[in-house]
């Protein structure tokens, strides 16, 4: 992101805020949440105003500019840069864009032949000596280069000036060269629309205007060719619809011959057959200038605004001539009939028609027709979907009212002014802590940046794969089962085993300690008999380099005698699949039968929700080197040092002492990184073990999608007795989770479930039941908030139903269910400190709540296809770990006698804060500056027995130990303090030295009050405090393609005396994001035999800074405390993510109100995530009858 914005800033000294947000796009952040990076890139923008408004220190006089500026030094003295921001860093000049070189270069590599010609002439001589060379522009052949390629000769365009640009322009239109990239394109159809009048730019402009927005993200149109990417031979192009609809023709050439070629879709079949010779190249790409009377449209659905494959687009070109259509070209992309589909039939039926309803009803009819023709010559129709049916009428009905528009006020429909993100982030910047160990001093509870921000922004932080080889350093590839479930015939390694670089092969046999692994021994370091599941590890391929390890790899060949899969929940339920064949139960009140009897109204219902990948930015990676002894140092990007020294000592059989893991920092984990590094990272442990080097594993992001698992799917029963005042009495239901093929942590999982289906209302009868599936997808694990993001949706999802059926809003029901102080939980927690309706009223009061609703209803009054919802959804989330063990955490601080500190503890940082937290705590309990306390990288040899980074308590549990530590070393230097009252800290420290006092402690923390689960009697205390919040969201859906977009949503999270206010809001907006994402964005797929087919950013679509609200405030609620815990803070990494079910809520509200318009059914089954295609499916109007 920091280079996108450097490049931008190079380009626009002062961009617009939307040049700043376009910039953006295609950078992908899973950790922030996107605004408070695009808030400070805002302020290069002059544009940008202060979220204070009026209250801006700018707008204060000089003297409170001055204090301002002080303030903010004092709040900012961790490392900060002050660069002179009139000096402008000189640009490396061996980065900057030559002219075209004249000179002809060739590389040539292992496996491949690179020739950069710089004449066509010579393109051509090349072309007809290498006649299987793969032509390519930018500099790239394909997203998967460590496959063996195919083309052993690549001639690659990018230097030839001739190809590049305008070739010509004439009276009747454009010829662009075959090597201009998109971002050309645009340039030269930005030049046309200014030069040509309107009659003829009718079809650039439209190209600017509907491609040009939705199209790939800057990286991308910088260096991609606009002919490559009409060539692509896998995905598809928004532009070939565009081509075929507006005529345009390929120029082709050879040594002997040139030809013109008219684009049309049968040039671009499903089976991706080339239709050019195979001495022939693109040279030009021929596009006519519109003609007077023309009008043009483009359109496109996909999965995400930005950055994603279309689902359907549609490019829609219609001539006048005297009122009456004269000439017409409908041209769909995205549909399974190859890159391109016209539908002809259709065009000339309205061939002379005027442009009217019965045109459209009749073109409805025709489209209807001539694809369902098209549909019955699929191999297999079912890969057309009822949804792109729909939006193949939908898109029609589109562009006919856009012609429309055009025809009656002279200019298409607006699309929408660009509004900027904008949001505000308040918190109480003067808390009282109530802590009897922390004092609100120093730098606790300020806004102190990030200990690592620097290094972050500039690139210079250090993660596992940054580390400098060893020189006799090794790579690990993986090999992994590519089938569902199957026993193992046999391992064939011959082929792979003889490719350069390859030193060998790891399998069971090399595994000197034990080969079984999992919490019950269900697991396999490597897989040598049986496969439960795609991407279970077999092996490894150890060589120099990654890629000659990824190349070998890719050539082990392995027999599968197949066995049935179980692949889905109820097919999962049907053979009675469980890894707790007995249901575990909570209850609470009456017999269920005699509860039901007792209520005005009975409701039984369901609802899936699905899975969700965590998708870090830095995959899982692991360097594991051998020493003397039997030791084992172990660098790896985990959350639990623990975890994986179990499973190296295990598998190594060597004593737990003898294996140093060291973490410095995790590029993201999400609860990815518990328990699955220890899938790759033992295997090279096994691998170093047998070659005696150090090896390194990372894993490519597909794999590492593969490999690990994510977020359990569940499938949610319930059966709900209420009132007609709205009173929810009774609540019987089932929860089953997908837990994969291992058991992994998948009875935590449904237990949070099972905790939280109650979320913060009071229901006098309840039984939760709850099952852990065993189905043979990859075993999935812990992901932030386990599965209590699941069971908030659905209790949310269940009010919303009653609401509907008993005609009362659904805020005035959640009011009615509250639960109060003093309210006992299922599992017979009593609840205490509770600011459940401080929460709830603020976020109705800072959102407008009760006035936006009317507005609302009058938007939703006023447009028959685009409807708003604004909904509001609170949360009680409990924090401590379920399993009592876990909480506990030591610490090591030393003080050196130079007065610097030195802290250790368990906890990994990744990027969360917990040590830049750490360092506040230190520092404000020693009574010193905070630059003089540094911490160490997390290591076993330091800290032993560390409990896993997770569940938003390692603040909590791991700041008791520092402050335990502190405490004792405080004690002691308590007598020199006395006897030098005026001395400085390192006076006190030296005297202490001399006195022959430690200067080192160990602290150690466990949680105090947890009171484990007793199921036989659905009693406990598991939770040491709640979190608290509301949310209250806004959107708006385009009902005729599902498109949506949160138009705003505002936060309130009561995190007690914050000890960062800017690290938890920080927390909660990334955790909301990344629930918008599970709610909302991110759909998890799989074909029919087990293969997950959404691997990588390309079909696994996670938010972008483009769908995050428009505007999204935050508090933390004010005045707030947290007695008994540290520094009176609560833990808020996980609490917030189920807020984003106010999103949820409010697209269902929206998609009912689109309903109500069409006189349908306002009850309707609504699965997560709402996906574009469910949304669209779920407004039910006359053009899905059509499907």
Known sequence: MVMSMYALLRNEPRPTQQQIENCLIGNYCRCTGYRPIIDGFYEFSSASPCALGENCCKNQGSAANAASSKAIAASNTVGELSPDYLQDYIFPPGLKVKDYCSEEKC????????????????????????????????????????????????????????????????????????????????????????????????????????????????????????????????????????????????????????????????????????????????????????????????????????????????????????????????????????????????????????????????????????????????????????????????????????????????????????????????????????????????????????????LHVTGEATYVDDMPPYADELHMAVVYSEVAHAKIVSIDTSEAINVLGVRGYVSAE??????????????????????????????????????HAQIAAGLVKVEYEKLPPILTIKDAISAKSFFNPQPMMLWKGKDMAEAFSGVDMVMEGEMEIGGQEHFYMEPQVTRCVPKENGEIDVFSSTQSPKFMQDGVGKALGIPFSKTNINVKRLGGGFGGKSRKPMLSGVPAAVAANKFRV????????????????????????????????????????????????????????????????????????????????????????????????????????????????????????????????????????????????????????DSDFVNRQQAVKQFNLNNKWRKRGIELTPIMYGIAFDTLLLNQATSLVHIYVDGSVLITHGGTEMGQGIHTKLIQLASNSLGISIDKVHLQDVSTVTVPNSTVTAASVNTDINGGAVLNACKKLNKRLEVFKQKMPNASWEEWVTSAYVERVSLSAQGFYSTPGLVPIDWSTSKGSPYQYYVFGAAVSEVEIDCLTGHHQVLRTDVVVDAGVSINPAIDIGQIEGAFIQGYGLYCLEELQFDESGVMTTVGPATYKIPLVDNIPREFNVSLLKNSSNPGNVASSKGVGEAPLPLAVSIFMAIKSAVRSARKASGKDESFTFSSPCTPERIRMSCADQFIATA
């Open 510 to 547: 090399d595994v000197p300690g034990s080969n079984v692994c999992g919490l019950i021994g269900e697991e396999r370091v490597f897989y040598n008999e049986k496969v439960e599941s795609v991407g279970q590890i077999l092996g490894g391929i150890v060589a120099d380099t990654l890629q």
């Open 694 to 845: 150090p090896v390194r594993c990372t894993l490519e992001r597909k794999e590492d999608m593969v490999v690990t698992g994510g977020r359990d799917p569940a499938l949610i029963k319930y059966k709900v007795g209420y009132n007609k005042d709205g009173r929810i009495k009774t609540l019987d239901a089932e929860i089953y989770t997908d837990a994969g093929c291992t058991l992994d942590l998948a009875i935590c999982i449904v237990q949070k479930a099972m905790y939280h289906l109650e979320n913060c209302y009071s229901i006098e009868n309840m039984r939760v039941r709850g099952w852990a599936c065993k189905t043979n997808h990859p075993s999935n694990t812990a992901c932030r908030g386990l599965a209590a993001p699941h069971a908030v949706l659905v209790i949310e999802n269940i009010l919303e139903e009653v609401s509907v059926k008993l005609n009362i809003p659904r805020h005035v029901i959640q009011q009615l269910n509250f639960c109060r102080e003093g309210h006992t939980t299922v599992y017979g927690q009593v609840v205490s400190n509770c600011t459940l309706e401080r929460c709830y009223n603020q976020v109705v009061s």
């Open 107 to 454: 590389y040539k590599g292992e496996r491949v032949t690179w020739y950069q010609p710089v004449s066509v002439a010579r393109l051509l001589e090349l072309k007809s000596q290498f006649l299987k060379a793969k032509v390519v522009c930018a500099q790239g052949v394909g997203n998967n280069l460590n496959a063996p390629l195919q083309d052993s000769v690549i001639i690659s365009t990018s230097n030839i000036q001739e190809l590049s640009g305008i070739q010509e322009v004439t009276a009747d239109g454009l010829l662009i060269g075959s090597a201009t990239t998109i971002s050309q394109f645009w340039n030269i159809l930005s030049d046309m629309v200014e030069q040509l009048p309107e009659s003829q730019s009718a079809l650039y402009k439209s190209i600017l205007t509907d491609v040009k927005p939705r199209f790939a993200c800057r990286q991308v149109i910088n260096v991609a060719s606009l002919v490559g990417n009409l060539l692509i031979p896998v995905g598809q192009s928004d532009l070939t619809p565009v081509c075929v609809a507006a005529g345009a023709v390929f120029s082709l050439r050879s040594v002997n011959k040139s030809r013109k070629l008219l684009v049309t879709d049968k040039l671009f079949p499903a089976d991706r057959k080339s239709f050019l010779a195979d001495d022939e190249v693109v040279e030009g790409l021929f596009f006519p200038h519109s003609a007077q009377g023309e009008f043009i449209r483009f359109y496109k659905q996909g999965d995400r605004k930005s950055v994603t494959n279309s689902i359907v687009n549609a490019a829609y070109r219609v001539q006048f001539t005297d009122s009456k259509v004269s000439a017409m070209n409908i041209v769909y992309g995205g549909l399974p009939f190859g890159m391109a589909k016209a539908f002809p039939q259709t065009s000339q039926s309205l061939i002379g028609r005027e442009w009217n309803e019965k045109l459209l009803e009749e073109g409805v009819a025709s489209l209807t027709a001539e694809l369902n023709s098209a549909t019955s010559d699929l191999k297999s129709p079912d890969s057309l979907t009822s949804y792109q049916k729909t939006l193949v009428t939908s898109l029609f009905y589109k562009f006919y009212s856009d012609v429309a528009e055009k025809l009656s006020t002279g200019k298409f429909p607006e699309v929408g002014q660009y509004t900027a993100i904008k949001g505000k982030q308040l918190y109480d910047d003067s808390p009282v802590a109530t802590s009897s160990e922390v004092s609100a001093a120093s730098h606790c509870f300020k806004p102190v940046p990030h200990r690592s921000a620097d």
